[in-house]
């Protein structure tokens, strides 16, 4: 893999993977919240 | 005092470290206490993050002892790779043990899930660590080695790691990149969170803010992640370099620091148009201070040091 195709590659996928991470984490906690709040 | 005292004084710390902090963890799953659970996780995240200058030391260690009589190049190597690997997993659970206490504050308690995670990775951790500090100890000491030389099934994987990031025209490049997308997700969190404290953005209550913070440590993970890399690729570089050590430990003191923001009552408790204590607003100029101070000695590494 050349260095150019190589970099754009593999940072292209690691950051979607990382945001990926956060986003689920966030929706999942988004929904305990909203779970915990109702509960109130 | 050089890097072989430091790791001398340190190499006990991640496998002791983790037996107390897993103990615990496992004592507070079975006692149902919470106040136990926020202290095992604290201390599985502070030995994680010591995990890091041990292993680094390790290197200076090695420089010092591998002319001498009866240590080998592969008893080094077997015991840097069996680290490495240890090492991952310990980085692995101090992660989950951070989001444990950031879940705690926000959700008031820790998902079975992560509970689960937690409990797991602390004990393949553990088992890990134990046995890269058994082959640590047989460098050394004869009397602990069996007749033939140990051989585990990542042998020298990070001399390998190590060679792949070096040899690998993408590699470096792709690990400058990524630690610069880690380095703007952190800061730009981490500093909007002091700015708050500080009194920007008066209107928006801190706990607004305190659901960002998963994103600041996904950005730590990925530069200690790829930090590790260019360490592993080209150790001699890094281990008689001065603005390294500073780097190092001002990131530990900053990680440190970030826990004042995870599960401290006073900054939770600031509310929309609320000033904050004090306390607070010390610990978020010391925030900015340590990161601006990391990404100074991270950028100084050739011109204080002698890297590159």
């Known amino acids: 893999m050349s260095l150019v ?3 754009i590659v593999w940072v292209s996928i690691v950051t979607v993977l990382v945001a990926i991470a956060g986003y689920v984490l966030d929706r999942r906690t988004a ?10 | 005092m050089d890097l072989t005292h430091i790791h001398l004084l340190l190499n006990h710390f ?3 470290g983790f037996i107390i902090g897993g103990g615990l963890f496992l004592l507070s799953l079975a006692m149902k206490s919470d106040d136990l659970k926020l202290v095992s996780l604290v201390i599985l995240l502070g030995i994680a993050l010591i995990a890091i200058p041990t292993y680094m030391s390790g290197n200076g260690a090695a420089d010092a002892i591998k002319s001498r009589p009866g240590v080998t190049k592969a008893l080094i190597e077997t015991h840097e790779g069996a680290a490495f690997v240890a090492m991952g997993f310990m980085l692995l659970t101090g992660m989950f043990a951070w989001l444990g206490l950031w879940q705690f504050r926000r959700l008031a308690g820790v998902p079975g ?3 689960t995670v937690i409990a797991v990775l602390t004990l393949v951790s553990l088992g890990l660590m134990i046995r890269a500090s058994n082959l640590g100890g047989e460098i050394r000491h004869e009397e602990i080695r069996g007749v033939q030389e140990t051989v585990t099934p990542e042998g ?3 001399r390998t790691v190590g060679s792949f990031v070096t040899d690998t025209p993408w590699m470096w490049p792709t690990c400058e990149t990524l630690h610069f997308v880690g380095l703007s997700l952190l800061c730009g969190v981490v500093f909007l969170v002091d700015l708050r404290v500080l009194g920007v953005m008066k209107g928006v209550s801190f706990a ?9 440590a996904l950005g730590f993970g ?3 992640g790829t930090g590790m890399l260019f360490f592993v690729g080209i150790p001699g570089q890094y281990i008689h370099n001065p603005s390294f050590y500073w780097k190092i430990g001002l990131a530990m003191l900053a990680g440190a620091n970030a826990l004042y923001f995870t599960i401290f009552d006073e900054p939770w408790s600031l509310g929309p148009g609320e000033d904050a204590p004090l306390t607070a607003k010390i610990a978020a100029v010391s925030a900015m201070v340590l990161w601006i101070g990391v990404m100074y000695c991270g950028s100084m590494l050739p011109f204080l040091g002698n890297s590159f």
Do not use: C, F, K
Not at chain 2, 208 to 216: D, E, G, K, T
């Open chain 1, 31 to 40: 929904r305990q919240e909203n779970v915990r709040n109702n509960d109130r």
């Open chain 2, 222 to 224: 990925l530069n200690i």
């Open chain 2, 113 to 115: 899930w992560n509970l």
């Open chain 1, 5 to 7: 195709v190589g970099t």
């Open chain 2, 14 to 16: 991640p496998t002791i």
């Open chain 2, 208 to 216: 607004s803010l305190h659901r960002l913070l998963p994103w600041a």
């Open chain 2, 156 to 158: 020298a994987l990070a």
